[in-house]
């Protein structure tokens, strides 16, 4: 028997029959834990659009109706507000949360999306250079190959000149090969090339579709 189940309010099957043995809960869990999505985000959030927000929750859902295709056509994503709490990240983990329901059948166990909070990825890259432990190394070399990675929090802290190198070779990887990347910050486009540097910027901004929420902290709501 499983603790929780994507698809326990739609699936027919019940009780000691539901577990581990059945292929698309395993797919499904090994598709989450290899994500790196933090674990109480693995499962569905309901989203209510702020004042002002309801096109742009809108236009989400409409990518996230088509997400395989998304994907696969390589887009990106920049969700950005100077409120915290008004559901940029929640919305980047809906969004690959629905990809993974859209690509678990014959998936084989294969990583398919990373989710890296930038601030802490920095910090891991730093100790790696002494000690790098093997989940992170295996982190690190899934960012240029899975279908979809999301980038969270990318102007929390101004960025060393190293720092802002290393993510500009990762993101212009994977734009180059026409890998898919949902972005999330707190920045427009003058201020974020402050606190990254003006190539990442212009590399984030200008092969993004751009998404503002401006309404007020949702959290707790």
């Known amino acids: 028997m499983v603790d929780?189940?994507?698809y326990e309010d739609v699936c027919g099957v019940k009780g000691d029959t539901c577990g581990p043995t059945c292929v698309r809960y395993a797919e499904m869990l090994n598709l989450f834990q290899l994500s790196n999505i933090p674990r109480y985000r693995w499962y569905p959030e309901k989203l209510v659009p702020g004042r002002g927000d309801r096109d742009s929750f809108v236009y989400l859902r409409d990518i996230k109706d088509d997400i395989r295709n998304w994907v696969n056509e390589g887009n990106n994503l920049y969700l950005f507000s100077e409120t915290f709490g008004n559901g940029k990240t929640s919305w980047a983990v809906k969004l690959m949360s629905a990809y993974f329901n859209q690509v678990w059948r014959g998936n084989c166990f294969r990583?398919?999306?990373?989710?890296?909070s930038v601030p802490?990825?920095?910090d891991r890259e730093r100790l790696r250079m002494n000690n790098e432990d093997e989940d992170f190394k295996r982190i690190?070399?899934?960012?240029?190959?899975?279908?979809l990675?999301?980038?969270d929090d990318v102007s929390s802290v101004k960025m060393s000149d190293y720092s802002s190198a290393t993510f500009?070779?990762?993101v212009d990887a994977r734009v180059i090969a026409n890998r898919a990347n949902i972005f999330t910050g707190n920045l427009g486009e003058e201020r974020l090339k402050d606190f990254v540097g003006g190539r990442l910027a212009s590399r984030i901004w200008n092969t993004s579709d751009i998404i503002?929420?401006?309404g007020e902290d949702r959290r707790g709501v």
């Not at 990583?111 to 890296?116: A, E, N, V």
């Not at 690190?140 to 279908?147: N, T």
């Open 4 to 6: 929780k189940c994507w």
């Open 111 to 116: 990583t398919r999306g990373i989710f890296i």
């Open 120 to 122: 802490e990825f920095f």
């Open 140 to 147: 690190r070399q899934s960012l240029l190959d899975c279908d």
């Open 149 to 151: 990675v999301i980038w």
């Open 168 to 170: 500009f070779n990762f």
């Open 212 to 214: 503002e929420f401006v």
